[in-house]
């Protein structure tokens, strides 16, 4: 099945983080799904998740800490696609 985009949503908690953050993927149900961390640049610095969404919200924990500060991009794709971006801020404690 093909994803309705505009029903798609990406939460991030905390944001700004020092480190940790959950990943909230909400509307992905039955989805295969993988989701990387982008730099500003645009290149994969991390892979966060791969698999088959079930739920109506799926839950991804991250751990940043070993990053360098600055603006990163979470990108969620689904059959080569991407489907959601959005914005994770990461900054020392």
């Known amino acids: 099945q093909s994803v309705n985009a505009n029903n798609v949503r ?15 993927l ?3 149900i039955d989805t295969d799904v993988e989701v990387k961390l982008l730099n500003i640049l645009g290149a994969e610095v991390m892979y966060l998740y791969e698999g088959t969404v079930v739920d109506r919200y799926h839950a991804i924990d991250a751990n940043l800490s070993n990053l360098e500060n600055g603006i990163y991009f979470i990108n969620v794709y689904s059959e080569g696609k991407s489907v959601v971006t959005d914005k994770i801020i990461l900054y020392s404690k």
Do not use: M
Request: proline share 11%; net charge negative; charged share 10%.
């Open 10 to 24: 990406l939460a991030i908690y905390p944001n700004p983080t020092s480190g940790d953050a959950t990943i909230i």
């Open 26 to 28: 909400e509307n992905l």
